[in-house]
């Protein structure tokens, strides 16, 4: 089974620069759509056009993949076609301060009512002194006191005089009101009433009680008087407030006549004045009056909140939503998503160690000012702040905006705060997160699917093709525009189109990693500005692509020194037996690099196991131990057939001291294996990467750029000698992207990578013995490896079985 050897051009595919169409991204537009992911632009457009409740939408993909540019850079397009949404604006309630009214304007119009109001509550003071300092009003007033004032003389005069036509005096003592009888125009003396006779004594009794009970109907009378007056003076304060303040509600009720909210506002605004005129004026008066010490204020209070008399604030409008200078709906990126952040808060201020608010100090959130546009959230910093996923799913299916701080949501306070008024909620909420994310929410959270309805599912490549390249070309005249980088030639665009391809490990593909390209772009950028070029080429490309390796590749240049040192033991020339070389991959961060790794196998007599040393030590992953597995059910398959498999085997990765994973080493262990078994030498020069089914077909593994370049670098450091090279499975071979050293070596038959679709080909790469095909007695070729391992499984069966016959004659009697 022949392998042909891989020539140079297989290893690494290149962009000709001399396909592009520039000479630098400076001669290409900007790219104006998301590049390469159709699927993501669909649901893109669906989620954001359907209207219905739910279909809230998740951007799912890679870390640094573009999500959140694409999502903004789309939501921004769409949002230029729709609607500015209205203002919001609190007011106060002035029948219940506790819960605040909001008041929704016209875009603009908030801010147009909040400084209306704040004139007005300016003009209120000069206005109210005026009127009740006016001639008009004082007159009208001393009118009033002077008729209510008159009446209790004009009743006392009467009653006096009532009093002296019966005989009496009306006389004012310490004690009170008094009546006595006269004679002679004095007061008649005690002792000459005693001498009266007795019916002319009960006489003057009963005209005195007569006269005590005119005289407490009188006083009954007075508290009737007063009310009275304070009624009429009540309705002429009224009556002149309401004159000073209906000229100045006049100008706003033309206004905003056109908002019957407002008009509804102002007419409360008018009355509560008017109700309290005189307490306004009280409080005017008392501001005037220097305060001992200054104001007491613990806190210093905005400016937003101490503009004007302290009096007339509660005739303020706080404007939480100003979309007066908006272009389109609002697009919001919630970059700290707390609770407070996204519902909104009320806050506090400190005075005299007591904590003070109003519906001044009510302060909007992330759904207030993306309310009637779009909110964009990151879902791993939403689900890490305490409750704000509950209170973001609660205000979405309630539709509006509900404010209140944690401890009243969750109850675990009962002090007195504002509870003010709810706000309806037309939002498109864009969660962006990974892909495990949006799978774990969507299993343990029933409520998830409910609200997110549309998944946008970001693909991490795309195919190379001359389309893809052109919008490559354009993405990174873009990004350098952008960043205000220095033009990129094509040879740099071609270098770049490369390295997005190297990273996805595919040479038909392409990464779509944004942020890795960005990233690579600037230090390429800082390249050519150390050597003073205006445009960036290819060779510094390279050179950003080499200094980000050297700087991340210390633990990789330490272990190839270990193995140079010999210190970890790893042969690349000559044979052994039950020895193969592995390859796997190790990663730092964002660093991957290839490490070989000796395998060896060890048989001896038993009943068909085969030992994983990693699993039983518990460093093996269960893919590696399934990879073992599947090998041992190869061997017995082919082998043990129509005989028992009279060994038992260990496998072990050698100067291994961390996990094991993954099961592209099974081919290598199977060959391992098969050295063991049948004593034949394997060649140290190669080194085997790939996974092999219970037909003995290899099949594809991950990292094989990594594996083959990892190889490579040992044996160029111990020096080459056109002998080593690297087994991989054909599967692999369209995602070759190699390093240019790697290429230039194989090209000049330094190195040599076969690509094997089946364990029979490694064998004879490994062996250099033909591996045997069966032939027509169901046995296998004389002096093939099959023919050597099968012999081998033969023989130690005997050897098996003759060890029970002895122990069983040796039970004999």
């Known amino acids: 089974m022949k392998v042909t050897e891989l020539t140079a051009d297989k290893l690494r595919r290149v962009c000709d620069p001399a396909t592009l169409s520039f000479e630098t991204t400076e001669d290409l537009d900007d790219l104006d759509e998301i590049i390469a992911q159709p699927r993501a632009v669909q649901a893109l457009e669906f989620g954001v056009g359907v209207e219905h409740h739910g279909y809230n939408l998740y951007a799912l993909g890679p870390q640094g993949i573009g999500k959140r540019f694409s999502v903004e850079r789309f939501l921004n397009a769409r949002a230029k076609t729709r609607p500015v949404p209205d203002d919001w604006c609190y007011v106060n309630n002035f029948e219940d301060p506790h819960q605040p009214r909001c008041l ?77 009888p006269k004679q002679d125009g004095e007061v008649l003396p005690p002792e000459e009433f005693q001498k009266l006779p007795d019916d002319k004594r009960e006489q003057i009794e009963t005209e005195i009680k007569d006269l005590q009970a005119e005289f407490q109907e009188l006083i009954q009378k007075l508290p009737d008087w007063e009310r009275e007056r304070q009624k009429r003076l009540r309705e002429l304060n009224r009556g002149v407030t309401k004159n000073a303040v209906s000229r100045l509600i006049a100008e706003l009720r033309t206004q905003f006549a056109d908002l019957p909210e407002v008009l509804s506002y102002l007419e409360e605004v008018e009355r509560d004045v008017v109700e309290h005129a005189r307490a306004l004026l009280r409080a005017f008066a008392a501001e005037q009056q220097p305060q001992q010490g200054g104001e007491a204020t613990e806190v210093p209070l905005p400016e937003s909140l101490t503009g004007g008399s302290p009096a007339t604030r509660r005739y303020h409008v706080n404007v939480i939503i100003d979309n007066g200078d908006a272009e389109g709906a609002p697009v ?30 009510i302060r909007p959130g992330a759904l207030h000012r993306a309310n009637g ?77 409910e609200l997110f309805k549309v998944a946008v599912d970001f693909d991490d490549e795309t195919a190379w093709s001359p389309d893809s390249v052109l919008a490559y070309s354009r993405m990174i005249a873009t990004m350098a525009r952008r960043s205000k980088l220095r033009p990129f030639d094509r040879t740099a665009v071609a270098r770049l189109v490369e390295e997005m391809s190297r990273i996805i490990g595919d040479r038909d593909k392409l990464s779509t990693q944004l942020s890795g390209l960005v990233d690579l772009l600037r230090e390429a ?17 390279q050179r950003a692509v080499d200094a980000r390796v050297f700087r991340s590749d210390r633990i990789r240049a330490r272990i190839q020194d270990e193995m140079l040192r010999e210190t970890i033991l790893i042969d690349t020339e000559g044979t052994r037996v039950g020895q193969v070389n592995g390859l796997s991959v190790s990663q730092l961060g964002d660093f991957r690099f290839g490490r070989p790794a000796r ?78 078994i049948g004593g034949i030498p394997v060649r140290q020069s190669l080194a085997v990467t790939g996974s092999v089914n219970q037909h003995g077909e290899v099949q594809a593994i991950g990292g094989a750029n990594e594996k083959i370049e990892g190889f490579f670098d040992l044996c160029n450091a111990r020096g080459l000698t056109g002998r080593q090279g690297v087994l991989i499975p054909s599967a692999n071979v369209k995602h070759l992207m190699l390093r240019q050293d790697v290429v230039d070596a194989v090209a000049e038959g330094r190195f040599h990578i076969h690509p094997i679709e089946h364990v029979d080909q490694g064998i004879e790469l490994l062996t250099g013995l033909p591996a045997g095909p069966v032939d027509s007695l169901g046995g296998f070729s004389e002096g093939t490896v099959n023919a050597i391992v099968d012999a081998r499984i033969a023989e130690m069966a005997e050897t098996l079985a003759s060890f029970g016959k002895r122990d069983d004659e040796g039970d004999r009697p």
């Open 104 to 180: 929704r304007l016209p875009p603009g119009r908030g801010r147009a009512l909040e400084k209306a109001m704040k004139q007005l509550a300016e003009d209120l003071r000069p206005a109210l002194e005026s009127a009740f300092e006016s001639d008009e009003y004082k007159t009208r007033r001393q009118v009033i006191d002077d008729e209510f004032g008159a009446k209790p003389e004009k009743s006392f005069a009467s009653l006096r005089k009532h009093a002296e036509e019966k005989g009496f005096i009306l006389l004012r003592t310490p004690v009170g009101v008094v009546f006595a």
């Open 525 to 541: 950028d800082h390249f050519a500005s150390l050597s003073d070029k205006q445009v960036v080429a290819a060779a510094d490309v």
């Open 373 to 449: 546009g779009y909110l964009v959230i990151e879902a791993r910093q939403l689900l890490m702040q305490p409750y704000a996923y509950e209170g973001l799913k609660r205000t979405l299916k309630a539709r509006e905006i509900c404010i209140e701080s944690l401890g009243q949501a969750l109850s675990l306070i009962a002090t007195i705060s504002l509870e003010p008024e709810t706000i309806p909620l037309d939002v498109k909420v864009v969660l962006l997160g990974d892909r495990l994310l949006y799978y774990m929410m969507s299993a343990y959270d029933p409520e998830f699917s």
């Open 599 to 676: 395998i060896t196998a060890r048989i001896r007599l038993g009943k068909g196991n085969v030992i994983d040393i990693e699993r039983e030590v518990e460093l093996g992953g269960p893919l590696h131990s399934k990879g073992v597995m599947i090998l041992s059910a190869l061997l017995g398959a082919r082998y043990g057939a129509d005989k028992p498999l009279a060994l038992s085997a260990s496998l072990v990765f050698e100067q291994s001291y961390g996990g094991v994973d993954g099961d592209s080493a099974s081919s290598a262990e199977f060959y391992a294996l098969l050295s063991a």
């Open 332 to 361: 919001v990126f919630a970059d700290h998503p707390t609770y407070a952040n996204l519902i909104g808060r009320v806050e506090h201020i400190s005075q005299l160690g007591t904590l003070l608010t109003d519906f001044r100090l």
